[in-house]
Nanobody, 122 residues
Framework: QLQLVESGGGLVQPGGSLSLSCVADGHNFDYYGIGWFRQAPGKEREEIVCYSSHVGSTTYSDSVKGRFTFARDAAKKTVHLQMNSLSPEDTGVYFC???????????????WGQGTQVTVSS
């Protein structure tokens, strides 16, 4: 089992950057697939990043590709999401999620953090 805690959200101006972190408390972190999701006001939750533990690769949604970068820190059992060139459309609550040996990410992943608010506004 895994407990996830996100941090790093806040208010940023359009064009700015934020870095989110997700700390995992549990065993066998390397065997979990990790996803980043976000939910904008009035919108359904959106998958934006998916790390596959099967092949150690990361995929990005078209909405964030080229702007967001995922990284893992195995020693600290932490994943990071560097977000650049932010726009108001990026506003929402950002969640990290995990599933045992996951090859894909989905909205019913087993473990979820509490979310961290990202607001992009001038």
């Amino acid at each position: 089992q895994l407990q996830l805690v996100e941090s790093g959200g806040g208010l940023v101006q359009p064009g700015g950057s934020l870095s989110l972190s997700c700390v995992a408390d549990g065993h066998n972190f390397d065997y979990y697939g990790i996803g980043w999701f976000r939910q904008a006001p009035g919108k359904e939750r959106e998958e934006i990043v998916c790390y596959s533990s099967h092949v150690g690769s990361t995929t990005y949604s078209d909405s964030v590709k080229g702007r967001f970068t995922f990284a893992r820190d195995a020693a600290k059992k932490t994943v990071h999401l560097q977000m650049n060139s932010l726009s108001p459309e990026d506003t929402g609550v950002y969640f990290c999620a995990a599933e045992w040996y996951a090859n894909v990410c989905h909205e019913t992943m087993s473990y979820w953090g509490q979310g961290t608010q990202v607001t992009v506004s001038s």
